[in-house]
């Protein structure tokens, strides 16, 4: 039982580069969630979906676009990475009826030069 | 938008000693929850609380939900070296659940 599986754990692209950061979980639970973090700032939401078929935008979406797969998967894409997107990025997932009680992926570290 | 403030950004503490926590926010939040975050790995959920006023414990972890609805404590009892790691309070944006906001969180480091 994996929980949520992040891939990949770390990548380097150049400025420009596109990219797509894979998330997939068997834990049944209907949310997902795309997060990053950077010192001193926290865990900031980049984008969220609530169930298979529907995604929102967080406090962060600028330079992002994400798509729900179907209920597994949920992948954040980099369409032209930029310096100020360098950071760690954690996918989570949560359960209906279970607020705030998320599960995390252990990251992908990715650094744009 | 929602806040929520953890302060400070690190603390020092030795082996043995007991360490307090708090976060607090100047909006209302329903549910209260604190993570911890080891190097290296995503956070994970150490105690919710979801009633003002509520007191929860975990081994050596107590968490309170203040009684405004405002603010939150992490209490850690006989700290040991793996206590290491960063401590996020968290709550749910208002009117979505499912939407967690966090603090910045603040470094625990232990001293043998």
């Known amino acids: 039982n994996a929980g949520v599986t992040q891939t990949p754990k770390f990548q380097v692209l150049k400025t420009g580069q596109s990219m797509t950061l894979q998330c997939a979980q068997d834990m049944n639970h209907n949310s997902m969630y795309w997060y990053r973090q950077d010192p001193g700032m926290g865990l900031r939401l980049i984008y969220y979906?609530?169930?298979?078929?529907?995604?929102d935008k967080g406090e962060v979406p600028n330079g992002y676009n994400v798509s729900r797969l179907n209920k597994r998967e949920f992948s954040l894409r980099l369409e032209s990475a930029a310096p100020s997107q360098t950071s760690v990025y954690f996918c989570?997932?949560?359960?209906?009826?279970?607020?705030?009680?998320?599960?995390f992926g252990s990251g992908t570290q990715l650094s744009v030069l | 938008g929602q806040q929520l403030n953890q302060s400070p950004q690190s603390m020092f503490i030795q082996e043995g000693e007991d360490v307090s926590m708090n976060c607090t926010s100047s909006s209302i939040f329903n549910t209260w929850l604190w993570y911890k975050q080891e190097p290296g790995e995503g956070p994970v959920l150490l105690i919710a609380?979801?009633?003002?006023?509520e007191l929860t414990s975990n081994g050596r972890l107590t968490a309170q939900f203040g009684i405004t609805r405002k603010d939150s404590f992490l209490n850690i009892s006989a700290s040991i070296p793996s206590d290491v790691g960063i401590y996020f309070c968290?709550?749910?944006?208002?009117?979505?659940?499912?939407?967690?906001?966090f603090g910045k969180g603040i470094t625990l480091s232990v001293r043998p």
């Open positions: 968290a709550g749910p944006y208002t009117g979505a659940n499912s939407k967690l906001t």
């Open positions: 979906s609530a169930s298979e078929g529907t995604t």
């Open positions: 989570a997932t949560g359960g209906f009826g279970v607020s705030g009680k998320l599960f």
């Open positions: 609380l979801y009633k003002a006023g």
